[in-house]
């Protein structure tokens, strides 16, 4: 009876335009969706039979196959510049970066489809800029065994790339190449808005769509007023017309969804908050996994036509928010790099959820939760969409990055950061940071053991540069992403994931029974030092009684130990 259903729908929704260019959604009457080459092919023939479509070839990705970028529009651009010129908004649309959640891409092609052959006539002023599907490799790894409790379709991608990477974790770090041609499309199309589609896991309820916008305080400024006031509530109220009741991304586990939950915090690491520090309003749309197929499908693609309209109806006020945010930016002296949900405001939100409990598992014997989806129930919840500012920053005039650290840099000019090489050796005058504490973990996240509770102390010196350094300078629209990415102590930040971690381990040192005698002389020229040892050995017995720590704090204190020692290598210029 579903298929039926499923295939009604595809006729009523989507009209007579299947039989121009049918998908495979619509053939297998919302069963199947296709594989990566009958996507791409898909799309191909699209784009040869409508000039309002074109299907550009991008960067490479780890599964040897180049991403794509279809850009949709009704006078058929194509030149990103020369759409900016021309005032048109860009909303850039992210597909299958977890390929075992199509929605999006099967959507997309119903909505370029739709607009290609007329049944949507595309506002003059939008651009649809669409990439077909993201993780190639994860699309090719195709399997009906994946995602075992999502309902449909028959077969799918799995969710790690082709080097098993969580591309959505990837934004900043860049271990794929998927990435690095990401960052190439972002800063091509320089979005105005940006949807990635998603399915989400986690409690069951009555809502088809959950969205997670991007957190309104991180933000920042008139851009996260005007989201949390005017856009998020706009995309509700058009997809609430449309029958479709939005929640946020249920941010809540087990039996306690219905007391509420705080605001996902988008961090950089994901699409959406890369898509932030570039001043862009960006959202991630999580249809729920137990719904039907044909129902995540046509969810996603009013979702998209919500999105259309609002920026359509707005594009006067989102470019204008944009320039002033951009402007802004490049003299905004204080940047926050950490946020902490505030439990003390929250909004009021409708949940459609099902009943919970618990009952004997048929596996253990214990008790399990489950959703008894014959008593559904609406309760007015929580939500706590507010956070307040933790650690501050104060804006660097510029930062310095020698040049061996190429790695760091070859990602800043991926980014498009405005940086110069030194064309001289230079004495500077600049503020290090030591790092005086970090965790790192003890297992791998994504092929990193990254670094957390980053403690820094801070000093000012002179310090010699060489020609071919960068200096980096912070009066640019890219301010925030490089405090987000150089701050030590940002969650996101290139410490964090490991980039400068050689300078945390020592390369010299010394044979204890030669430096005995150094040090001792050394004592004896520095009485100061010697009464700080003493006071150490009264205050700390475990010292007192390890005669190699105590000839390694001589050493410590010494001009011996190497000074890229626990040096954190990006120096702050601060002629403010």
Same mark, same amino acid.
Request: proline fraction near 5%; include cysteine; charged fraction near 25%.
């Given at each position: 009876?579903?298929?039926?259903?499923?295939?009604?729908?595809?006729?009523?929704?989507?009209?007579?335009?299947?039989?121009?260019?049918?998908?495979?959604?619509?053939?297998?009457?919302?069963?199947?969706?296709?594989?990566?080459?009958?996507?791409?092919?898909?799309?191909?023939?699209?784009?040869?039979?409508?000039?309002?479509?074109?299907?550009?070839?991008?960067?490479?990705?780890?599964?040897?196959?180049?991403?794509?970028?279809?850009?949709?529009?009704?006078?058929?651009?194509?030149?990103?510049?020369?759409?900016?010129?021309? !005032? *048109?908004?860009?909303?850039?649309?992210?597909?299958?970066?977890?390929?075992?959640?199509?929605? =999006? &891409?099967? @959507? %997309? #092609?119903?909505?370029?489809?739709?607009?290609?052959?007329?049944?949507?006539?595309?506002?003059?002023?939008?651009?649809?800029?669409?990439?077909?599907?993201?993780?190639?490799?994860?699309?090719?790894?195709?399997?009906?065994?994946?995602?075992?409790?999502?309902?449909?379709?028959?077969?799918?991608?799995?969710?790690?790339?082709?080097?098993?990477?969580?591309?959505?974790?990837?934004?900043?770090?860049?271990?794929?190449?998927?990435?690095?041609?990401?960052?190439?499309?972002?800063?091509?199309?320089?979005?105005?808005?940006?949807?990635?589609?998603?399915?989400?896991?986690?409690?069951?309820?009555?809502?088809?769509?959950?969205?997670?916008?991007?957190?309104? !305080? *991180?933000?920042?400024?008139?851009?996260?007023?005007?989201?949390?006031?005017?856009?998020?509530? =706009? &995309?509700? @109220? %058009? #997809?609430?017309?449309?029958?479709?009741?939005?929640?946020?991304?249920?941010?809540?586990?087990?039996?306690?969804?219905?007391?509420?939950?705080?605001?996902?915090?988008?961090?950089?690491?994901?699409?959406?908050?890369?898509?932030?520090?570039?001043?862009?309003?960006?959202?991630?749309?999580?249809?729920?996994?137990?719904?039907?197929?044909?129902?995540?499908?046509?969810?996603?693609?009013?979702?998209?036509?919500?999105?259309?309209?609002?920026?359509?109806?707005?594009?006067?006020?989102?470019?204008?928010?944009?320039?002033?945010?951009?402007?802004?930016?490049?003299?905004?002296?204080?940047?926050?790099?950490?946020?902490?949900?505030?439990?003390?405001?929250?909004?009021?939100?409708?949940?459609?959820?099902?009943?919970?409990?618990?009952?004997?598992?048929?596996?253990?014997?214990?008790?399990?939760?489950?959703?008894?989806?014959?008593?559904?129930?609406?309760?007015?919840?929580?939500?706590?969409?507010?956070?307040?500012?933790?650690?501050?920053?104060?804006?660097?005039?510029?930062?310095?990055?020698?040049?061996?650290?190429?790695?760091?840099?070859?990602?800043?000019?991926?980014?498009?950061?405005?940086?110069?090489?030194?064309?001289?050796?230079?004495?500077?005058?600049?503020?290090?940071?030591?790092?005086?504490?970090?965790?790192?973990?003890?297992?791998?996240?994504?092929?990193?053991?990254?670094?957390?509770?980053?403690?820094?102390?801070?000093?000012?010196?002179?310090?010699?540069?060489?020609?071919?350094?960068?200096?980096?300078?912070?009066?640019?629209?890219?301010?925030?992403?490089?405090?987000?990415?150089?701050?030590?102590?940002?969650?996101?930040?290139?410490?964090?994931?490991?980039?400068?971690?050689?300078?945390?381990?020592?390369?010299?040192?010394?044979?204890?029974?030669?430096?005995?005698?150094?040090?001792?002389?050394?004592?004896?020229?520095?009485?100061?030092?010697?009464?700080?040892?003493?006071?150490?050995?009264?205050?700390?017995?475990?010292?007192?009684?390890?005669?190699?720590?105590?000839?390694?704090?001589?050493?410590?204190?010494?001009?011996?130990?190497?000074?890229?020692?626990?040096?954190?290598?990006?120096?702050?210029?601060?002629?403010?």
């Amino acid at each position: 009876m579903k298929y039926i259903f499923a295939c009604l729908l595809c006729l009523n929704l989507f009209g007579g335009y299947g039989q121009t260019l049918p998908t495979l959604f619509e053939t297998s009457q919302a069963r199947e969706t296709p594989d990566y080459w009958e996507i791409i092919r898909w799309w191909k023939t699209l784009d040869q039979h409508s000039d309002k479509v074109h299907l550009r070839t991008m960067g490479m990705t780890d599964a040897g196959q180049p991403l794509h970028l279809a850009v949709v529009s009704q006078a058929g651009d194509t030149d990103f510049e020369r759409m900016r010129k021309e !005032n *048109k908004r860009v909303i850039l649309v992210n597909n299958g970066i977890h390929p075992g959640e199509p929605d =999006g &891409i099967d @959507a %997309s #092609m119903l909505l370029a489809r739709d607009i290609a052959f007329g049944k949507i006539r595309m506002p003059d002023q939008l651009v649809l800029a669409i990439i077909p599907v993201y993780n190639i490799g994860g699309c090719l790894d195709r399997s009906p065994d994946y995602r075992v409790d999502q309902n449909g379709p028959e077969a799918f991608g799995f969710r790690g790339n082709s080097q098993n990477l969580d591309l959505n974790r990837d934004f900043i770090k860049c271990d794929s190449k998927e990435a690095r041609a990401f960052a190439e499309i972002f800063h091509l199309a320089d979005p105005d808005v940006f949807l990635d589609n998603h399915v989400s896991n986690g409690a069951d309820y009555q809502h088809i769509m959950t969205l997670i916008c991007s957190q309104h !305080n *991180k933000l920042g400024g008139i851009m996260g007023e005007f989201m949390n006031k005017d856009f998020e509530p =706009g &995309i509700y @109220a %058009s #997809m609430k017309k449309k029958g479709y009741d939005l929640i946020p991304y249920v941010n809540a586990f087990g039996d306690r969804v219905d007391q509420g939950w705080p605001e996902f915090m988008d961090g950089p690491r994901y699409s959406s908050g890369y898509a932030a520090l570039w001043h862009s309003f960006s959202f991630v749309a999580e249809t729920h996994m137990l719904k039907a197929y044909d129902q995540r499908v046509q969810a996603t693609y009013e979702l998209m036509l919500s999105f259309m309209d609002f920026t359509s109806g707005h594009s006067k006020q989102i470019k204008e928010l944009r320039e002033a945010t951009k402007n802004q930016v490049k003299s905004q002296r204080e940047f926050t790099i950490t946020w902490n949900p505030d439990r003390t405001r929250s909004s009021e939100r409708l949940y459609k959820g099902y009943e919970s409990g618990y009952r004997k598992s048929e596996v253990s014997g214990l008790d399990r939760l489950y959703y008894d989806r014959t008593r559904p129930y609406e309760k007015t919840i929580p939500f706590y969409n507010h956070y307040l500012p933790g650690q501050k920053v104060q804006k660097a005039s510029a930062y310095v990055i020698p040049q061996g650290w190429w790695k760091v840099i070859d990602l800043l000019r991926l980014n498009k950061v405005n940086m110069m090489p030194l064309d001289r050796d230079t004495l500077m005058e600049v503020e290090v940071y030591r790092i005086e504490e970090y965790e790192s973990s003890s297992r791998p996240f994504e092929g990193h053991h990254i670094n957390t509770k980053v403690r820094t102390s801070i000093s000012v010196g002179k310090m010699s540069f060489r020609k071919g350094d960068y200096l980096v300078p912070l009066d640019q629209v890219a301010n925030r992403f490089l405090v987000e990415v150089l701050e030590p102590a940002a969650p996101d930040s290139y410490f964090t994931w490991n980039f400068f971690d050689a300078v945390l381990g020592q390369k010299e040192g010394y044979s204890a029974y030669a430096f005995e005698d150094i040090a001792a002389e050394y004592l004896q020229r520095h009485p100061d030092l010697k009464e700080k040892l003493a006071e150490r050995r009264q205050s700390d017995s475990t010292f007192a009684r390890s005669a190699r720590a105590q000839l390694y704090y001589v050493y410590e204190h010494s001009p011996w130990i190497e000074p890229a020692f626990m040096r954190y290598p990006v120096y702050r210029v601060n002629s403010q």
